[in-house]
């Protein structure tokens, strides 16, 4: 499976702290994506980067945060203002704004 | 304001047997969608979408901007078909909506 990894598979985090997941892509993707997945619903954009060195916020940002320093990695910071942290997370990236996306395998977080 | 509803949780189908998984949207602007989707143990991965008009392991999807639905569609399923299917919608430059999701079983 190569292209995207995100580390690790399983996160558990005491409440209060703050925890950031891995993602890095070898597909020389611009654009890198996280998105927040909960039982029964659809992807949710938390923040999204179309290039180096910039990032939006998705639709869910609260609570969160991202860098985009290289190309290659998209750290997302789940911080303690996050109310409802635990959920499955998948990272993504695609070479344009309509382009296919591909996504990593995804980080369970839990908070305790 | 942008939608996409799979109205089926669940879906189960003999092999052999046609299947259709249901995707309906709402959108104002001109809809772009797409199929994604995800076997067991594996991540999630696009299957189609609607501009490139193919036909991906005998799937289809047809847009019907009248019915504003994206139906998923193969004439007979196989059981390697079982996976859970997501319909999205761009509706911004690289923002999806995105579908809840239908787990598709294929029975022998």
Known sequence: DGGITQSPKYLFRKEGQNVTLSCEQNLNHDAMYWYRQDPGQGLRLIYYSQIVNDFQKGDIAEGYSVSREKKESFPLTVTSAQKNPTAFYLCASSRGAKDTQYFGPGTRLTVL | ?108
Not at chain 2, 22 to 28: G, P, V
Not at chain 2, 31 to 58: A, N
């Open chain 2, 1 to 108: 304001a942008q939608r996409v509803t799979q109205p089926e949780k669940l879906l189960s189908v003999f092999k052999g047997a046609p299947v259709e998984l249901k995707c309906n949207y709402s959108y104002s602007g001109s809809p772009e969608l797409f199929w994604y989707v995800q076997y067991s143990r594996q991540r999630l991965q696009l299957l189609l979408r609607h501009i490139s008009r193919e036909s991906i392991k005998g799937f289809t999807a047809d847009l019907n901007k009248g019915e504003t639905s994206f139906h998923l569609k193969k004439p007979f399923a196989q059981e390697e078909d079982s996976a859970m299917y997501y319909c999205a919608l761009i509706y911004s430059n690289y923002q999806l909506i995105w579908g809840a999701g239908t787990k598709l079983i294929i029975k022998p």
